[in-house]
């Protein structure tokens, strides 16, 4: 619990508390003039909230989602208006320079800047519109929002618990320092080469991870069937297997698929080369099952699944009561195959030695291989198109796609020798352990930049 007082006279109309507390009325002091966002913009934009009729093509809608710190990302989460559906008078185009502040939802105040002409692009009530001064330069005040103690300010003026927001009369209402001209366009120089040297080491670690599919494969001798569309399949009813009624599963891709597999004399299912496959359970929400760090055991989730790893960013803990009672058959130990099986299915990853004590809600599935498999190989083809193919074709249309254990069982693996899973797995491991530095190496290079950024915006520099 933390306690501080207020002044009556430093009140600002506002009566939260979060919004006194000590670390969100840090005042910057910087040898530059201090000014607010509304001093160095000619004005701040809320562009209309439109119907959402969408449509096939016409005005592309920028979202929130469209726009992430320092860049805009126009070709993903694509939405569209009819252009005769909606009002010319009221449309709000980007230009080149408009400084973009993400309005409302999870990414609230993220911003970047429109620096090139895009035609047919509309801007909607997600974000705000800064249209900047001469005295400042647009990416100058992007970078200061996108740095620290920009986003501890921009916190101190986001409003709502459900819904997060900011309005444009706050974001007005923040200060930053407004430095001598030639030393916006130096932090602005920095950090679009810290951006550049990022974005290539992390393209390059996403060309390594790619190259993995095609490296298991080729090993393996697989030929993937050319993928056609089909505007329709003739399923014969002696085909039809069990529950699964629904077209897709019998989608001819999935067939030519399977009988790919099936030509192999080394196809096994997950259910005969396991000791046990088995998936956790998930305590009930806000109960005492579940603790603190200190206390607690770790508990994974699917969120905790990235990059062929285990992360701990956003982790829960369980009770040692639950770990070694309702949840103990599915304790994990060092070596285990993990596979996601509801929401995004198909994820593996094989429990590292520095994990410690841990344990799987019921979305995970649990997989201990025999002593003469190689886990590691078998993580390797459940990541790959071997597995994701199949994975793919069993989950069921429906809000959150999902498999069950008996079809995880049922998953055919390739099994060549063991010296040969080794090689696999270890060739595997060493272009994801590069992956993985090239990434480490792409954040510890922004960081140092934005390091930089900040003394020079406080005037150290």
Do not use: W
Request: a positive charge; aromatic letters at 8%; one cysteine or more.
């Amino acid at each position: 619990m933390e306690c501080f007082a207020v002044y009556s006279n430093n009140l600002e109309g506002r009566l939260d508390c979060f919004y006194y507390k000590p670390d969100n009325r840090t005042i910057i002091n910087s040898k530059y003039p201090i000014k607010n966002i509304e001093d160095i913009t000619l004005k701040i934009i809320h562009p209309p909230e439109y119907k959402r009729i969408y449509s096939n093509k016409g005005y592309q809608l920028l979202r929130a989602q469209n726009v992430k710190p320092f860049k805009i990302i126009i070709d993903a989460n694509k939405v569209f208006f009819s252009k005769e559906s909606l009002p010319s008078e009221n449309l709000i185009f980007p230009e080149i320079g408009d400084v973009l502040v993400v309005r409302s939802g999870v990414n609230t105040g993220d911003c970047a800047v429109i620096d090139e002409r895009y035609d047919d692009l509309i801007l909607g009530s997600d974000n705000l519109v800064c249209k900047c001064k001469n005295e400042i330069r647009p990416k100058y005040l992007m970078i200061f929002l996108c740095s620290d103690f920009g986003k501890k300010l921009l916190a101190k003026y986001i409003t709502g618990a459900t819904n997060s927001h900011i309005t444009p009369q706050n974001l007005g209402k923040i200060k930053l320092p407004i430095p001598f001209i030639e030393n916006q366009d130096s932090l602005v120089q920095l950090m679009g080469q810290a951006y550049s040297l990022k974005e290539s080491k992390e393209a390059e670690a996403q060309r390594l991870l790619d190259s993995i599919n095609d490296y298991v494969l080729d090993e393996l001798g697989i030929k993937l069937p050319e993928l056609r569309k089909h505007l329709s399949h003739l399923v014969f009813s002696d085909e039809a297997k069990g529950e699964r009624l629904d077209p897709r599963y019998y989608k001819p891709y999935f067939k030519e698929f399977e009988e790919e597999l099936t030509k192999r004399k080394d196809i096994k299912i997950i259910g005969e080369i396991s000791e046990y496959v088995g998936s956790g359970a998930t305590p009930k929400a806000g109960g005492d099952d579940y603790t603190s760090s200190d206390e607690g055991i770790l508990f994974i989730r699917i969120v905790n699944l990235k990059n062929n790893t285990i992360v701990l960013d956003d982790v829960l803990y369980i009770r040692k009561t639950i770990h070694e009672g309702m949840l103990k058959r599915t304790k994990l130990k060092v070596n285990d195959v993990l596979l996601s099986m509801a929401g995004t299915i198909g994820l593996s990853v094989v429990v590292p030695e520095n994990l410690g004590e841990a344990n799987i809600n019921q979305a995970i599935a649990r997989i201990v291989v025999n002593r003469n498999i190689n886990p590691f190989y078998l993580s390797a083809l459940l990541n790959s198109k071997i597995g994701k193919i199949q994975t793919d074709r069993l989950s069921r249309p429906a809000v959150q796609a999902n498999i069950n254990l008996a079809e995880i069982r049922a998953l055919k693996i390739p099994l060549p020798p063991l010296p040969i899973q080794n090689k696999i797995a270890e060739e595997v491991k060493s272009r994801m352990k590069k992956a993985d530095q090239l990434q480490k190496q792409a954040k510890e290079e922004l960081e140092k930049a934005k390091q930089e950024v900040e003394k020079i915006i406080l005037g150290d520099r």
